[in-house]
């Protein structure tokens, strides 16, 4: 008995471990390509195209038995909007239009908001051709636009909840397309990494170590 026992842990698999997840890994998804160097020195790299996406990171990462989690190091400064305009309109009267400088972009962002009494909550609302949006509640207090594509929201901008809000904003793009990761969770499935990312389960798989 003692010997059929120890042939059965002989047998079972290693757990896993930060070292024996180093190595890397790859995307062969339709429209997506992509690659994450896990390093054993518990650096990593990171480089990702999706569409009109392209991105890109580097930093520190850590696996805690069940998930990697990846830090961008230096962190990147995040695109975000200034606030050129403000024009007060009806109450529950809400637009938005952005001057996208270098990119071209036509079309206006959509956007998230926080409302009076839940200011923790953001809420996404789409906006229409002329960058009108009706947000489920009229007592908005911030806008944040999200950047087209990357889905990457800017700096809230404050409003009044007792009207309405034109605003008209101009992008500043900073470090766009360098990702700040902030402890970005993949787990561990198999001998692949598994991933939550623009709406999609992106897999990562081994191709060497």
């Not at 700096?155 to 008209?168: F, Q, R």
Request: glycine share 8%; net charge negative; hydrophobic share 40%.
């Amino acid at each position: 008995m003692q010997f059929i026992v120890l042939a059965l842990l002989a047998a079972a698999p290693a757990a896993p471990t930060q070292a024996s997840l180093a190595g890397m890994y790859e995307i062969h998804q339709m429209e997506m390509a992509g690659g994450l160097e896990l390093q054993p020195n518990g650096h990593f790299r990171y480089g990702f195209t999706y569409g009109a996406v392209d991105e890109e990171a580097e930093g520190d990462w850590a696996f805690d038995g069940t998930t990697v989690r990846l830090t961008s190091k230096p962190m990147p400064v995040e695109p975000t909007f200034d606030l050129v305009r403000d024009t007060p309109a009806p109450k529950c009267d809400f637009a938005i239009s952005a001057d996208w400088g270098k990119f071209g972009w036509s079309s206006p962002p959509d956007v998230l908001v926080t409302f009076a009494g839940s200011l923790k909550e953001l809420h996404f609302a789409q906006v229409d051709e002329k960058g009108a949006f009706q947000p489920e509640n009229c007592a908005v207090t911030s806008v944040l636009p999200l950047v087209p594509m990357f889905h990457i929201p800017g700096e809230p901008l404050n409003v009044s909840p007792t009207s309405g809000h034109h605003l008209n904003v101009r992008f500043k793009p900073n470090d766009l397309g360098h990702v700040a990761f902030r402890s970005e969770p993949l787990k561990l499935d198999g001998s692949g990494l598994v991933w939550e990312r623009f709406d999609a389960e992106i897999r990562f798989l081994r191709v060497r170590p």
